[in-house]
């Protein structure tokens, strides 16, 4: 499996409510990223997880906030957002952070915020 | 932080013609440049990438060079394709960390 799968792969939310969005990867890979990408921009990093640990947090508001459960599974939970956060949402992994070897990012998430 | 300038935004090309993209960093101490192609409503999928300690990367008919004293890199595609239209990404990192994208390159190939 050289896969980094997302779900779900559409999500319309309105703005009082709670959701998540799952990234999945099965290479052993240890470090985990979610991104944010407006259209016909480049993905801006939010998060990066390295062995199941908050690495690095881009500043990012706190009604993102991200969860690694295990190895292998990365959340991403979403409360009070506002219709500006209407993005595609990338989820990566690489086989550590530190080399950047099998960088590899998932379908996405694409939310819209009504 | 890494500032990654890519030129041009966009670039249309006659199908058979070649393509260059080029891009600019800032922090001397990045060592990983890949580059990343993305069709539209898909995800960025890495075509090349190249090490600091190497000055020039082919795969069939993309290659990339790096010059590391002038600080930039360039795509370049020969032959063009229909299929090689989409928007092209470059990024900057350090030891395949934090990857510093560039603005974006939207090629489009003219049949």
Redesign the interface.
């Given at each position: 499996d050289t896969e980094v799968t997302q779900t779900p792969k559409h999500l319309v939310m309105g703005m009082t409510n709670k959701k998540s969005l799952k990234c999945e990867q099965h290479m052993g890979h240890r470090a985990m990223y979610w991104y944010k990408q407006k259209a016909k921009k480049p993905p801006e990093l939010m998060f990066v997880y390295s062995y199941e640990k908050l690495s690095i947090n881009e500043s990012v508001p706190s009604r993102f906030s991200p969860e690694c459960p295990n190895s292998s599974l990365l959340n991403l939970h979403l409360h009070a957002l506002q219709p500006e956060d209407s993005a595609l949402y990338l989820c990566a992994s690489s086989q550590d952070f530190g080399t950047g070897y099998g960088y590899t990012f998932g379908s996405g998430t694409r939310l819209t915020v009504v | 932080g890494e500032n990654v300038e890519q030129h041009p935004s966009t670039l249309s090309v006659q199908e058979g013609d070649s393509a260059v993209i080029k891009c600019t960093y800032s922090d001397s101490a990045s060592n990983?440049f890949?580059w990343?192609k993305q069709e539209l409503g898909?995800?960025?999928?890495?075509i090349i990438?190249i090490r600091s300690n190497v000055g020039e990367k082919k795969d069939q008919r993309i290659a990339v060079t790096l010059n590391k004293t002038a600080k930039h890199f360039s795509l370049h595609i020969t032959e063009t394709q229909p299929e090689d239209s989409a928007?092209y990404?470059c990024a900057a990192?350090v030891?395949?960390?934090?990857?510093y994208?560039?603005?974006?390159t939207?090629l489009t190939v003219i049949p």
């Open positions: - | 990983y890949p990343y898909k995800r960025p999928q890495l990438d928007v990404f990192s030891a395949g960390n934090q990857f994208f560039g603005t974006g939207s």
